[in-house]
């Protein structure tokens, strides 16, 4: 009976850690994955914005430029030659977070590649966060060239001197960030960053940039159905979904892709919500390989009459969907900001 007990525990537990090597191998795979989908759409981006495939060349800008220091285990990247140089010679990029569309300007990513184009560490960076933008990732135990890249939101793709360290790959997270829940309240603690209007702002400059002017493409209009964000209510939680075809009981409407791994990504970046005065009260940033239709499901805060649904399409700009009218009992709780801003851990 001890032989068969022992048995047992030692079968489960195989069975426990065989399960945990699937999920941390899916997981490595998925990062990989999304690491390499948001590259192709820092490519398609640069060279619509710029009509330049590839990064621009070598010191192009030197406060555009991300430089790479070791020390020992931790690699940090920096960008510009001021923060490198701890401010004795050049400029340190800035990292301007505002809700004017004008003085939107910050670095939106950091990434950094070795000599094969493999992706050992990305960083997605929010607008309000303190210069000089940087990156910190474990230092990999063997050989390689590492060379860094960022994504100015308003001068493109740039990139780094490649720096000759002990490094192999070590795979790469860009994990979603949301704000942390408070055990005495249940309710979610807010940053009060003004980080979502900043990021709102930067969807704004970009709709002036691709289509010259800051007005959101009307989705209630029946052609444009396919990027129109649709909100509902059930009880105090609103749902938003893209297209007409992902409300529930409609059969045969279209539904926006989220084709993130293509050579070419097309994908919904962001999906956010304002109230009867105009604040951005729920912001979501989606990841570029979840499925369609993309998705955001948030409670409804506290004093809200009525909310408008919008939605960032990366290829074809922003979207407005129809307003809709909020009842005092369905609302109840703060605003919720789901912006994906972290590091490897």
């Keep these: 009976e001890f032989v068969f007990g022992v ?22 795979v998925a990062e990989s994955q999304e690491c390499s989908a948001i590259k192709h759409e820092v490519s398609r981006r640069h060279e619509a914005d710029f009509g330049q495939a590839g990064p621009l060349p070598l010191f192009t800008s030197t406060k555009h430029t991300p430089y790479i220091t070791v020390e020992g285990g931790l690699s940090t990247v920096v960008v510009g030659q001021g923060a490198a140089t701890n401010g004795a010679a050049g400029a340190v990029h800035p990292m301007t977070g505002d809700d004017d569309p004008a003085n939107v300007h910050y670095i939106e990513l950091i990434y950094v590649e070795d000599h094969d184009g493999n992706v ?65 309240t249940g309710l979610m603690v807010q940053d009060g960053s003004g980080t979502c209007p900043a990021l709102v702002a930067e969807y704004i400059r970009r709709q002036s940039q691709l289509f010259g002017t800051t007005e959101p493409i009307d989705g209630t209009l029946e052609v444009n159905y396919k990027h129109a964000p649709f909100l509902f209510v059930n009880g105090t939680t609103a749902t938003v979904v893209v297209g007409q075809g992902a409300l529930p009981g409609v059969a045969d409407g279209l539904i926006h892709p989220m084709d993130g791994e293509k050579e070419v990504p097309h994908f919904i970046e962001a999906i956010y919500v304002e109230n009867q005065d105009g604040e951005v009260v729920a912001l979501r940033e989606l990841s570029l390989l979840e499925a369609s239709p993309a998705t955001f499901v948030f409670a409804i805060p506290e004093g809200t009459t009525s909310l408008t649904p919008y939605e960032f399409c990366n290829q074809h700009g922003l979207y407005r969907g129809a307003a809709v009218a909020i009842a005092e009992s369905q609302a109840g709780i703060g605003p919720m900001c789901f912006t994906r801003t972290c590091a490897r851990s």
């Design 7 to 28: 048995s047992v525990i030692y079968w489960v537990g195989m069975r426990r850690a065989l399960k945990l090597a699937f999920w941390a191998a899916f997981y490595s």
């Design 120 to 184: 050992l560490a990305m960083r997605r960076l929010k607008p309000t966060e303190t210069a000089p933008a940087r990156l910190e990732f474990q230092t990999p135990a063997d050989g390689t060239v590492m060379q860094a890249f960022l994504y100015c939101n308003l001068h493109g793709w740039h990139q780094g001197v490649p720096v000759t360290v002990e490094s192999p790959a070590v795979g790469c997270s860009v994990a979603e960030c949301v704000p942390g829940w408070d055990a005495s």
